[in-house]
């Protein structure tokens, strides 16, 4: 087993009780390692028919609200970094994100569109408009049955300009009723169920899995039109990576708005300790992508408390300094996929 890996699931697990442990209501660590054990022994009652016995004074807060909280930006920060570093390799860019085909822009279409209509029908018209604007962006970036990196990464970025008009100017004219989902835009965990943690738990561990197990295809598409040389179907592969990062990233919207930076930052913290093999490189970021949302999230509850901050404007707060760190050796020369 590689040193990295008990390393990082030693730090997933402290950042993940750390999660739980601080928030706006204090709570003793007896509270929290209390409520947690109750959780596991009645799920386990289900099996064994043992009574767990009383019930702590805390376990509301801690296995209703907050450890569902904590799961699911651990499960959506596993799905950004890895839809972030197939992002890099697919598009050959060190600097592009899971965001750049339009996804966000998408999202945030469906739910002004469906603030209109019912609040209620905001994430299921996130996710529905994420996966049209992929696939939208897809069609007019095909020539000739191929799709070239340069035409999807322009018609993604034309794309989303226009649908973030549109989506202002319905917040420009309804005002009264689209300030409903600035939150969700700028993304946030509260009320976070046990149904988002378990859909983003499979979405994620089946996404994270598929890319660890194509690894030797994710490095062969860095080499573009050299990889067909070395038998590489590139054009496939090239849809089934832009499936799955469509995927992991509305899912991700879905569950929890629009979050950024997680999928431009993770990958190259990883490949500067790891190198670039993806072998290593996607699993060991995808962990990594998950304590570092966890982490944001955790400073979001606390920073101001009891006001919670959106999550989205601390990954912001952490991850625009270091794009500008990233952009100023691209240019230089000195970053490279």
Do not use: C
């Amino acid at each position: 087993m590689r040193k990295w890996l008990p390393a990082l699931l030693l730090l997933s697990a402290v950042s993940i009780f750390l999660g739980v442990y601080f928030g706006p209501v204090s709570l003793s660590l007896h509270d929290v390692t209390s409520s947690l054990l109750y959780g596991i022994e009645l799920k386990l009652s289900r099996f064994t028919g043992i009574n767990p016995g009383e019930k702590p004074d805390y376990f509301i807060i801690v296995w209703q609200l907050r450890l569902p909280e904590v799961l699911l930006a651990y499960f959506v920060g596993l799905a950004l970094a890895g839809a972030g570093v197939t992002s890099q390799a697919l598009f050959r860019n060190p600097l592009a994100d899971p965001y750049i085909i339009g996804i966000s822009s998408g999202a945030a279409l469906g739910s002004a569109i469906a603030v209109l209509i019912n609040p209620v029908y905001m994430a299921p018209f996130a996710l529905i408009f994420s996966f049209l604007s992929v696939f939208i962006v897809y069609t007019i970036s095909r020539v000739d049955g191929a799709v070239p990196v340069d035409t999807l990464l322009l018609a993604g970025i034309a794309y989303g300009f226009l649908a973030n008009a549109v989506t202002w100017y319905i917040y420009v004219t309804r005002p009264q009723k689209t300030h409903l989902s600035w939150m969700w835009l700028l993304g946030s965990f509260n009320g976070s169920t046990w149904g988002d943690v378990k859909i983003m738990l499979v979405v994620s561990l089946a996404g994270i899995l598929f890319l660890t197990w194509r690894w030797r295809e994710l490095n062969l598409v860095l080499l573009g039109e050299e990889s067909i040389a070395l038998g590489l179907d590139l054009h496939m592969y090239r849809k089934i990576f832009l499936g799955v990062i469509a995927t992991l990233t509305a899912f991700s919207v879905y569950t929890s708005g629009i979050i950024g930076f997680i999928g431009l930052v993770s990958p190259h913290i990883m490949r500067l300790i790891l190198g670039p093999n993806h072998r290593e490189l996607v699993p060991a970021t995808a962990l990594f992508g998950g304590t570092l949302l966890v982490t944001a999230d955790l400073l979001a509850r606390t920073l101001a408390k009891p006001m919670v901050i959106p999550v989205g404007v601390v990954t912001a707060l952490m991850g625009a300094p270091f794009f500008l760190y990233l952009l100023m050796k691209h240019k230089r020369g000195e970053l490279v996929a």
